[in-house]
């Protein structure tokens, strides 16, 4: 008992009952850590202060929890994010905005870069199809709102997404190539400047 009292979080107190999203937050900061061989269901118990009995209260397996883990990814890496995108009504402030947004955040995105690595896993490679898609589309409608053709709009969506994962990988693998502070700042402006001209 005062074994599983130190394993669990600090500041939690008594014990609670945990969800399902608790088992797929916590399989996906796994995933963030080690990969998909790090969602193992007895750390992931000890990670969360519970027993294996409350994984399999929520899932059959171990599959079923990766499955529930990368819908997780989805809901609050894709749709959560165009959710608060949406929240600005000028289309160029909205796409300004998410540029800023997923380019500061991409020094935490150890997960999507992990993700990346395991593309060859088939729940994986289903999950970043649905994404890549969502996320492209998403931001060709912004372009196409900007006046672009559709086919126009997708194609420079499908330059800023790459740009962004360039620029993710950069900042993981190779962080002094990117540009700091004011310098920073004129290279995001140079990059919207550059998907938005027309011409």
């Known amino acids: 008992m005062a074994q599983q009292r130190a394993k669990r979080p600090h500041g939690t107190g008594p014990r609670q009952r945990l969800t399902a999203r608790d088992w797929a937050d916590a399989a996906l900061a796994a995933m963030g850590e080690g990969g998909l061989a790090a969602v193992a269901v007895e750390p992931l118990a000890a990670r969360l202060g519970t027993t294996k009995g409350s994984f399999y209260w929520h899932f059959a397996n171990r599959d079923a929890l990766i499955e529930a883990a990368l819908r997780r990814w989805e809901e609050v890496a894709t749709e959560?994010?165009?959710?608060?995108?949406?929240?600005?009504?000028?289309?160029?402030?909205?796409?300004?905005?998410?540029?800023?947004?997923?380019?500061?955040?991409?020094?935490?995105?150890?997960?999507?870069?992990?993700?990346?690595?395991?593309?060859?896993?088939?729940?994986?490679?289903?999950?970043?199809?649905r994404v890549t898609d969502r996320r492209i589309g998403y931001v060709a409608a912004l372009f196409a709102e900007l006046g672009f053709t559709e086919a126009e709009a997708r194609r420079r969506a499908l330059l800023a997404y790459s740009a962004h994962l360039g620029h993710t990988q950069l900042d993981h693998a190779v962080p002094q190539a990117l540009p700091t502070g004011a310098a920073r700042s004129r290279y995001l402006d140079t990059v919207l400047d550059t998907l938005l001209r027309r011409g």
């Open 80 to 129: 959560a994010v165009i959710s608060e995108t949406e929240a600005e009504p000028d289309p160029e402030r909205r796409l300004r905005g998410l540029l800023l947004r997923v380019t500061d955040a991409s020094a935490a995105a150890s997960l999507e870069m992990s993700l990346l690595a395991t593309a060859t896993d088939p729940r994986v490679a289903a999950a970043l199809a």
